[in-house]
């Protein structure tokens, strides 16, 4: 089993501030990398994959780097309706979610 | 663009079978070059994949659940399900069906999500 390990757990921030999540994975998955966000009482969005790549329609002010163990995503000036769950998820052997990082409005 | 739907009881007794549909539109499971899962989501184990079909009808499961889990596929009807033996109160959770491509891919597409709940 890959398990998948986010920090932090709860990210207190403001409109405009540039902030970064981190994921780690149990052993190298290359690339195989995805970013979701999650709104209340609404299924995950499929923000990046390929640890970098930017889906179709997600706004630039979304980036996503690494490889191998270490990966990071970063919001480089948060809206008002960035505030909500995201999740890593690898997809190199099956599928494990990390447990989620709940971004706060300060 | 794809569209996926959830379907069936939000309460199961203990011990007894979850059974839930998927509704596929927008798009042919048959087409290929896609895998459609079942992924849940309770607040003690965060979110889960249970498994996948292709439209072959070839499955894989999370081997934490392969034992209780069948997920079968109806191209006739555009749809896939799940079943879930044995459920126990930890077996309740919102579940969702989702659309990957062919492995490795990410989950492109979800349905809204079902919320069920294991109680007598």
């Known amino acids: 089993d890959i398990q998948m390990t986010q920090s932090p757990s709860t990210l207190s921030a403001s409109v405009g501030d540039r902030v970064t999540i981190t994921c780690r994975a149990s052993q190298r998955i290359s690339s195989w990398l995805a970013w979701y966000q999650q709104r209340p009482g609404q299924a995950p969005k499929l923000l990046i994959y390929k640890a970098s790549t930017l889906e179709t329609g ?9 490889s191998g163990t270490e990966f990071t995503l970063t919001i480089s000036s948060l809206h008002p309706d960035d505030f909500a769950t995201y999740y890593c998820q690898q997809y190199s052997s099956y599928y494990t979610f990390g447990q989620g990082t709940k971004l706060e409005i300060k | 663009q794809v569209q996926l739907q959830e379907s069936g009881p939000g309460l199961v007794k203990p011990s007894q079978t979850l059974s839930l549909t998927c509704a596929v539109s927008g798009g042919s499971i048959s087409s290929g070059g896609h895998s459609w899962s079942w992924i849940r989501q309770s607040p003690g184990k965060g979110l889960e994949w249970i498994g996948y079909i292709y439209y072959t009808g070839s499955t894989y499961y999370n081997p934490s659940l392969e034992s209780r889990v069948t997920i079968s596929v109806d191209t006739s ?7 879930l033996g044995s459920v126990t109160a930890a077996d309740t ?21 079902t919320l069920v709940t294991v109680s007598s």
């Open chain 2, 77 to 83: 009807k555009n749809q896939f399900s799940l079943k």
């Open chain 1, 58 to 66: 997600v706004p630039s002010r979304f980036s996503a780097s690494g």
């Open chain 2, 93 to 113: 959770a919102v579940y969702y069906c989702a659309r990957a491509g062919t492995m490795p891919q990410p989950f492109d597409s979800w349905g809204q999500g």
